[in-house]
């Protein structure tokens, strides 16, 4: 892209240089020679950022292990597909894992440079693309889970996710028009009643509504934009106030990337998000600019969309709209995979269900398609005793994201110490009522803690004098119908006072009991 905007500001922020200099995508053809000189030799903006253009993030924090993040539209993955990615983590050991993130993906560790011509040509093969995936682009696609499986949806979106994904990707190949947005990018649509997407934290986000047109009525959605987190502002979506049927998805897709893409403010960082623009040019010209793009009127939203459920998390065993058939959902400890249980999980996919296993926003899977007479034998895989779909409370609805472990923006370790601690108050209350933690290592909130009942964002904090890891407590967050982010309520808890703190928190505002207490 080539707008006088972009132009205007490449000299001034660092990012746009660096786009405007030579494009992410420009790097996939040079993958053999990157392999053949080695991560430590290699151009040092290729590899911290253009390499993002393909998926492959450079981790400070493990130099030389790579990170690769997949796309995955509405969370699907075939048991083969699953299995290729099992092959490229088992060759890296305990280095290499795979997590399930909080947009129903799957992000690889471990990735070396030299492997990535061979990884490459494995995903095309598997028929998988991580491309677009990072940087100035679009992010992973997101749909409820249980898409087609559910027979109290509205609208099965599958093929329409894949269709907005092919369009921005070109069909996984990589697509010029869009790999030079002035920031990341959110997109999901939802079909079910449930909300499972978080719309609210989209930029552009489907929800489903009837329109009435000469009396007869018309499913299809009504559009939010603008919702989005970042360290330093966090918004809600809010209303383009249009209805589109499912066929114009794909071309509102198209036209408001194209609106983004060449008036979407790009000298700060900081202020380039869609709702950025929004708030600049106001929703009415931002509204008839899309308009415009999309060469005819948009129809007004309609004044009621369908989104009337609380959020299901999926966990456990449900019948599915396919008489005989059920879907479980399989509880995977803050989204942590290795190479033995994917192998397992796609075994299992295939031995009892259709070779098809989902993932949901939640960092957990689901494996659809099984037939009730095979239920009773699948319960009693072993890898059940891992992937519970009886969970404990606060297990159950704990999402982290990667934090210190991987991340050098992190604050603080998050997924073993988010686990630990939920599985410890699991000890010590019981709860009648599921109470959602999400745990995030930093400001720029990838685990979501303005979603969740409890959210927990890393920080640095004092106790005795010293800076210890701590956190800064959100709450309030409501998901489903009627969602509303949460916000911070308290700042700078040390880590090691949590466990106390977050006990009488339960007690005193969730209706926890403490085991073994009378009540009162
Ligand atoms: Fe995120 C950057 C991980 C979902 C907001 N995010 C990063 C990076 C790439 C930073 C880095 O280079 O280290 C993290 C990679 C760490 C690693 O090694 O795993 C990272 N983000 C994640 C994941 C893996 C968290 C997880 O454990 O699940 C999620 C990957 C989703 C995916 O499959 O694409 C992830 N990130 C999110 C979400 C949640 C969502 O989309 O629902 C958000 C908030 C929503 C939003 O974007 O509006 C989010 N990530 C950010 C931001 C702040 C964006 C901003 O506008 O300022 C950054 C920093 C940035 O882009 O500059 C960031
Ligand atoms: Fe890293 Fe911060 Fe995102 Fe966690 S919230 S993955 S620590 S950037």
């Given at each position: 892209m080539t707008s006088v905007t972009t132009n205007q500001v490449a000299s001034q922020n660092k990012f746009e240089k660096l786009k405007a200099e030579k494009d992410g995508l420009a790097v996939r053809h040079e993958l053999d020679q990157f392999a053949q000189v080695g991560w430590e030799a290699m151009d040092a903006t290729d590899r911290e950022y253009r390499l993002k253009w393909l998926g492959v993030f450079f981790r400070p924090v493990t130099p030389g292990q790579f990170m690769m993040r997949l796309r995955l539209p509405s969370g699907i993955i075939g048991s083969q597909q699953m299995r290729v990615l099992a092959e490229i983590v088992q060759?890296?050991?305990?280095?290499g894992n795979a997590d399930i993130t909080t947009r129903q993906n799957l992000q690889l560790r471990g990735v070396r440079i030299e492997d990535l011509p061979q990884i490459f040509a494995k995903l095309k093969t598997a028929e998988l693309t991580s491309v677009q995936?990072?940087?100035d682009n679009v992010r992973n696609i997101t749909a409820s889970p249980i898409a087609g499986l559910d027979a109290d949806e509205l609208i099965d979106v599958r093929e329409l996710v894949q269709q907005v994904q092919d369009m921005i990707t070109n069909k996984g190949e990589g697509?010029?028009?869009?790999?030079?947005?002035p920031r990341k990018f959110n997109i999901a649509i939802e079909g079910g009643r449930d909300n499972s997407v978080h719309a609210e934290i989209n930029d552009i986000a489907f929800v489903p509504a009837f329109n009435e047109n000469n009396g007869e009525k018309e499913l299809g959605f009504n559009v939010v934009v603008g919702g989005f987190f970042s360290a330093k502002r966090c918004e809600a979506a809010v209303p383009l106030d249009a209805w589109v049927s499912p066929a114009d998805v794909v071309d509102l897709c198209r036209a408001i990337l194209v609106v983004y893409r060449d008036y979407?403010?790009?000298?700060?960082r900081q202020k380039s998000r869609l709702m950025w623009l929004i708030d600049e040019w106001g929703m009415a010209r931002f509204r008839a600019e899309v308009e415009q793009a999309l060469g005819h009127p948009l129809q007004p939203a309609t004044a009621q969309d369908e989104i009337d459920w609380d959020k299901r998390d999926h966990i456990g065993v449900f019948a599915q709209k396919q008489p005989g058939l059920n879907y479980v959902g399989l509880h995977v400890p803050v989204g942590r995979l290795f190479a033995q249980d994917m192998y397992e999980l796609a075994r299992l996919a295939e031995v009892y269900g259709s070779g098809e296993i989902r993932l949901t926003v939640e960092q957990n899977l689901i494996i659809p398609n099984i037939p009730d007479a095979h239920l009773e034998a699948f319960l009693q895989e072993p890898i059940l005793q891992k992937f519970s779909v009886q969970p404990t409370p606060l297990v159950r609805s704990l999402v982290s994201c990667t934090g210190a472990q991987f991340c050098n923006f992190a604050l603080i370790e998050t997924k073993n110490r988010a686990l630990a601690l939920a599985r410890a108050l699991d000890e010590e209350i019981e709860l009648t009522q599921p109470v959602r933690i999400h745990w995030t290592g930093c400001p720029n909130s990838c685990g979501q803690p303005q979603v969740a009942d409890i959210g927990l964002m890393g920080t640095k904090a004092r106790k005795d004098g010293k800076a210890v890891d701590g956190v800064d407590l959100y709450m309030g967050g409501k998901v489903g119908k009627d969602a509303h982010l949460g916000t911070c309520v308290q700042k700078g808890i040390a880590c090691d006072d949590l466990q106390p703190m977050l006990r009488d928190l339960l007690v005193q505002q969730f209706g926890a009991k403490v085991k073994g207490e009378p009540i009162a």
């Amino acid at each position: 892209m080539t707008s006088v905007t972009t132009n205007q500001v490449a000299s001034q922020n660092k990012f746009e240089k660096l786009k405007a200099e030579k494009d992410g995508l420009a790097v996939r053809h040079e993958l053999d020679q990157f392999a053949q000189v080695g991560w430590e030799a290699m151009d040092a903006t290729d590899r911290e950022y253009r390499l993002k253009w393909l998926g492959v993030f450079f981790r400070p924090v493990t130099p030389g292990q790579f990170m690769m993040r997949l796309r995955l539209p509405s969370g699907i993955i075939g048991s083969q597909q699953m299995r290729v990615l099992a092959e490229i983590v088992q060759r890296y050991g305990e280095d290499g894992n795979a997590d399930i993130t909080t947009r129903q993906n799957l992000q690889l560790r471990g990735v070396r440079i030299e492997d990535l011509p061979q990884i490459f040509a494995k995903l095309k093969t598997a028929e998988l693309t991580s491309v677009q995936s990072g940087m100035d682009n679009v992010r992973n696609i997101t749909a409820s889970p249980i898409a087609g499986l559910d027979a109290d949806e509205l609208i099965d979106v599958r093929e329409l996710v894949q269709q907005v994904q092919d369009m921005i990707t070109n069909k996984g190949e990589g697509n010029p028009e869009f790999t030079n947005l002035p920031r990341k990018f959110n997109i999901a649509i939802e079909g079910g009643r449930d909300n499972s997407v978080h719309a609210e934290i989209n930029d552009i986000a489907f929800v489903p509504a009837f329109n009435e047109n000469n009396g007869e009525k018309e499913l299809g959605f009504n559009v939010v934009v603008g919702g989005f987190f970042s360290a330093k502002r966090c918004e809600a979506a809010v209303p383009l106030d249009a209805w589109v049927s499912p066929a114009d998805v794909v071309d509102l897709c198209r036209a408001i990337l194209v609106v983004y893409r060449d008036y979407g403010l790009r000298a700060n960082r900081q202020k380039s998000r869609l709702m950025w623009l929004i708030d600049e040019w106001g929703m009415a010209r931002f509204r008839a600019e899309v308009e415009q793009a999309l060469g005819h009127p948009l129809q007004p939203a309609t004044a009621q969309d369908e989104i009337d459920w609380d959020k299901r998390d999926h966990i456990g065993v449900f019948a599915q709209k396919q008489p005989g058939l059920n879907y479980v959902g399989l509880h995977v400890p803050v989204g942590r995979l290795f190479a033995q249980d994917m192998y397992e999980l796609a075994r299992l996919a295939e031995v009892y269900g259709s070779g098809e296993i989902r993932l949901t926003v939640e960092q957990n899977l689901i494996i659809p398609n099984i037939p009730d007479a095979h239920l009773e034998a699948f319960l009693q895989e072993p890898i059940l005793q891992k992937f519970s779909v009886q969970p404990t409370p606060l297990v159950r609805s704990l999402v982290s994201c990667t934090g210190a472990q991987f991340c050098n923006f992190a604050l603080i370790e998050t997924k073993n110490r988010a686990l630990a601690l939920a599985r410890a108050l699991d000890e010590e209350i019981e709860l009648t009522q599921p109470v959602r933690i999400h745990w995030t290592g930093c400001p720029n909130s990838c685990g979501q803690p303005q979603v969740a009942d409890i959210g927990l964002m890393g920080t640095k904090a004092r106790k005795d004098g010293k800076a210890v890891d701590g956190v800064d407590l959100y709450m309030g967050g409501k998901v489903g119908k009627d969602a509303h982010l949460g916000t911070c309520v308290q700042k700078g808890i040390a880590c090691d006072d949590l466990q106390p703190m977050l006990r009488d928190l339960l007690v005193q505002q969730f209706g926890a009991k403490v085991k073994g207490e009378p009540i009162a």
